[in-house]
C-alpha cells in the first residue's frame, strides 16, 4: 500500500483518529490484528468527508458498522478503518404510508424497538441482528421470514465518482444475503436508509420482537462469534450438514463449532481469526467430502490467511 499522509489525516481527523488499532476491539468474534487507523464517525457529515478525504489522498479503506459480518486476519490489514456510528433516526407515523429513516450507523435492533413503540411494523425481524443499517443493507441481512430486500424503500449512497445518489431498492439487485455493492465491490459508502412500515399496536409489534429474540436464545448460542459462517444451500441448512458431519464441539485452539448450532464457531476466549479459518475450513471439506456440497461463506473474509 502507498505510504499513508497520517499528518493529513491528524489535521482533518484530530482526536477522531486512533492509529494503530487492534481489530479484535471492534469485531464480535473479538479476533483481528491491527490497522494502522481507525476513524471514528458519529455523523453522517463525518462519514462523509471521512471517505471524500481517503479518496481524495488514495488510501484504501473500508467502512465498518458492527464488525458482526466479517473475519479480519490475524495480521490485520493494510487499509483503514472508518468505524460509522452515524445513528439518527426519524419515524414517520403520520404519512399514509408510514417510514422510518435510519442513518447507517445505527443499529438494527434500535430500528426495530424504536419503530416498534411507535406503532409501526416491519423491522421486527432485524431486532436480533447485531449489525448496522450499512452492514445490513451492503449484504441482504435477513432473519425470520424476512430481509432488506423486503424492507428497504430506498439507500441513499455515496459513490466514489458519482456523488450522493438515492438507490431504490431493485438498483441494489439482492439476492440470498448480497447486493450489487457487495458482488461488485463498488467504491461506496451507505449513508442512510428508508424503511416501508406498516401501522400495528405498540404490544403486537413488541410481542413479535420478544418471540424473535426468544427463539434466537433458544437456538444460537451466546458468546462472542460471527454469527452464521455459511449460506444455507438450497432446501438445505449449513448448520444441519456441518452437524451431520459429525462437527458440533469440535474445537482448533480457542475456537469452537458450537454444539447449540453447528454454523456457528464460537471464540471461547484467547482464539484466533485462523482458529476460526481452520475450523471454517474443516467444515467446508468435510460436507463437502460426506455429501457433495460446497458450503458458500456467509462472512466476509478480510486479509491473509494460511
Ligand atoms: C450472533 C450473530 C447473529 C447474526 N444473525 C444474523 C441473521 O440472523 N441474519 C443476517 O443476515 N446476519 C446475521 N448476522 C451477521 C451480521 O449481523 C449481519 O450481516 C449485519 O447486517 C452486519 O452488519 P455490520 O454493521 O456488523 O457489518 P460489518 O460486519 O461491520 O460489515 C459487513 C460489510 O458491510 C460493509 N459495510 C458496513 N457498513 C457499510 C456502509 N455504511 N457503507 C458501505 N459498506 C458498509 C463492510 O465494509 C463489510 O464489507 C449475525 C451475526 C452475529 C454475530
Redesign the pocket.
Known sequence: MAEIPFDKLRTAFGANLHEHVSMANYT?ARVGGHVPALISVHTLEDLVKAAQTLWDVSTPF?????????LVSDQGLDVIVIH?RAHNLEIDTKSEMPSVYAE?GAI?GTVARQSALRGLSGMEWAA?????V???V??N???HGSDMKNSLIMAKILHKNKGIEDWPVDKLDYQY?SSILKREKMP???LSAIFNMTRSSREEAWEKIKAFQEYRKET?PPGA????MFKNPVDDYAGRLIDAAGLKGRRIGRAMISPIHANFVINLEGASAQDIWELMKLARETVNKKFGILLEPEI?VLGKFD
Do not use: D, H
Open positions: 464480535t473500508i467502512v465498518m458498522g458492527s464488525g458482526s459480518n466479517i460509522n447507517s438494527l436480533p441482528v447485531p449489525g448496522t450499512g452492514g445490513a451492503y449484504g441481512a435477513g432473519a444475503r461506496v459508502v451507505i444460537q462469534s460471527i454469527g452464521s466476509e
